[in-house]
């Protein structure tokens, strides 16, 4: 006979709630935004020096100049509040959990001594309001990858354009991306298409988290290519999301689709 008491609680354990595999919870890392004290910090390049007394006061000026930006903490003066999340670029192995995607991709070197192995992770942040940056990280452990990759993602920030340019909408609010726009690496290429309000985002899985992070609410995609790659499908996603910056709109059709360039209050501002 069976036991139904067993059955319930074998149900309980499978069927009780999880927290989102992939979503950074914990507030232990060296660049979570509680552990940032600007009085220690103490600079090594010239933007930082400038960062810190004051004379930058903003993200926009250092992205707008062109300069690079080579201390995370530069980042964290400027936006304290980043949302981050990591990409599932990892594959569970065994019997039963094979296959599975996980945020760590672990590989191993083998040497006379033994298995050396390795981890590597790919996060995403962003103010989910027009910036957006990803790292890739990798170690000899989870924790200082997931350092490295937090660290890289804040270096390569940037900002993007939005808007409402799908002729199926005309609100004029910048939920969407102004104009279609195509990115590419490897064999993998990527179109991304404004959308109408409401569509959602209708991309893969583990794109949408760089969406989120960049505050765009509907987008159609297209894809091409071995895309079960996550990491070229990843850069091609950037390399698209970049361009928007980089093509030039006239004015006036730039107010018709309401087209912003990074945070709605900084745009307001200008």
């Not at 093509?247 to 209050?265: C, D, P, Y």
Request: charged share 25%; glycine share 10%.
């Amino acid at each position: 006979m069976v036991d139904e008491k067993a059955v319930e609680k074998a149900l309980d354990v499978i069927i009780a709630p999880a927290v989102e595999p992939g979503v950074i919870v914990d507030n232990k890392n060296s660049f979570d935004k509680n552990n940032f004290d600007k009085e220690s910090w103490k600079p090594k390049t010239s933007i930082g020096k400038k960062v810190k007394s004051g004379e930058i006061t903003s993200l926009n000026e250092i992205i707008d100049s062109g300069q690079r930006i080579m201390e995370s903490e530069i980042v964290d003066s400027f936006m304290p509040a980043l949302s981050s999340d990591m990409i599932m670029i990892g594959q569970a192995k065994g019997k039963f959990g094979g296959g599975q995607r996980r945020a760590f991709k672990q590989t191993q070197k083998k040497t006379a001594e033994g298995n050396k192995p390795k981890f590597a992770t790919l996060i995403v942040i962003g103010n989910k309001d027009g910036f957006v940056g990803m790292g890739y990280g990798k170690a000899k452990e989870t924790v200082p990858a997931r350092e490295k990759a937090m660290r890289n993602a804040k270096i390569n920030i940037f900002k993007i354009r939005r808007g409402c340019g799908s002729w199926q909408c005309g609100c004029g609010e910048p939920h969407s991306i102004p104009f279609a726009v195509e990115g590419k690496c490897g064999s993998v290429q990527i179109r991304l298409m404004p959308a109408p309000k409401g569509t959602g985002l209708r991309i893969q899985g583990e794109l949408q988290k760089i969406f989120v992070a960049a505050g765009v609410k509907d987008v159609w995609s297209s894809a091409l290519g071995q895309t079960r790659s996550t990491l070229n499908l990843v850069s091609a996603c950037e390399a698209a999301l970049k361009k928007l910056s980089k093509t030039k709109v006239n004015e006036r059709q730039a107010a018709s689709i309401g087209m912003i360039e990074g945070s709605i209050s900084g745009a307001r501002n200008e």
